[in-house]
């Protein structure tokens, strides 16, 4: 066999790789075209952009105010009764609103039936006119301020004058006491506190 030249070797190799470019070389232009066309749609990131902030969630309501929550509870009217020391019978009326100047207010009144005179079915003390001046109710105006569990009021105004000697009306709390009802103390003048349960009729 003759031994090829140098010549020869090179016109062979480069047949070669013309034979393998013809074969191979579309498959690798196809996958640099394909990377080409992916790098250029991928999106290009600003290093200067500014981060997308996310909208601020909305606030909550604000709470009522606290008068307004009191007034749906202890809105409407209150009564009671109960026997005083003396043996008189004594029966408050309580209503709870919202007065003209936005505030809470309570408008109480008081009346005593005293029921030792009544013995038998007569007066045995006094006349007739001493039992009906007893039994004259004493009102009071009052503004209040809710607290926990209850509202504490301040007397801005007393109507009538009262006949059992203690003096007007000073001081008045009420806090709940069960389903329904409150406890109500008062302060009359120099007598001691005086306690009563009072029960929602109305409201």
Known sequence: MQKLTEKQKKTIAVI???LAGV???PKYVNQFASSVRAAKSAPTRDEHAQPTQQAP???PPPPPPPEVAAL???GGVWV???LSTDQDRCDIRLEIRVGDDKK???YESKNCIPLQPLAGGRPTKGTVADLIRETAPVSAVMTGTPHDGGISFTVDRTIGAPTDGCGD???FTMTDFGEGQAQAEF???KCPATRMLLRKAKG
């Open 104 to 106: 809470l207010k309570g």
């Open 80 to 82: 009671g009764s109960e």
């Open 23 to 25: 074969h191979f070389g």
């Open 16 to 18: 070669i790789l013309v």
């Open 57 to 59: 969630s909305p606030l």
């Open 169 to 171: 009306l000073s001081a």
């Open 187 to 189: 302060q009359e003048g």
């Open 72 to 74: 749906s509870k202890y």
